[in-house]
């Protein structure tokens, strides 16, 4: 099974920028639609964005639409997620994985990257 490792987070004041990626350790991610996904504490992991395989088509969380954008480099087994204008409820750990509809398809997540927005 493909192994995610998340890196890219930190500590970014609100309106600023972040952009976050995920590398496949182990195998490819090529053949599947990719997304983002973050928990934040005392919640549940939520869907946040998704890419299909060739990149030409993306979806979002209404509560990023405008201000994320996600990408992919295919050749180099890369998935990012830019980051826009955050605010301090997008503080999270931010994890990435392959995406069916807006679920998870691994069992298996990676150590994701923590995110914090200061106000």
């Known amino acids: 099974q493909v192994q995610l490792v998340e890196s890219g987070g930190g500590l970014v004041q609100a309106g600023g920028s972040l952009r976050l990626s995920c590398a496949a350790s182990?195998?490819?991610?090529?053949?599947?639609?990719m997304g983002w996904f973050r928990q934040a504490p005392g919640k549940e992991r939520e869907f946040v964005a998704a890419i299909n395989r060739s990149g030409t088509s993306t979806y979002y969380t209404d509560s990023v639409k405008g201000r994320f954008t996600i990408s992919r480099d295919n050749a180099k087994n890369l998935v990012f997620l830019q980051m826009n204008s955050p605010k301090p409820e997008d503080t999270a750990v931010y994890y990435c994985?392959?995406?069916?509809?807006?679920?998870?398809?691994?069992?298996?997540w990676g150590q994701g990257t923590q995110v914090t927005v200061s106000s």
């Open positions: 994985n392959a995406v069916g509809g807006t679920s998870a398809l691994f069992d298996s």
């Open positions: 182990v195998g490819t991610f090529s053949p599947y639609t």
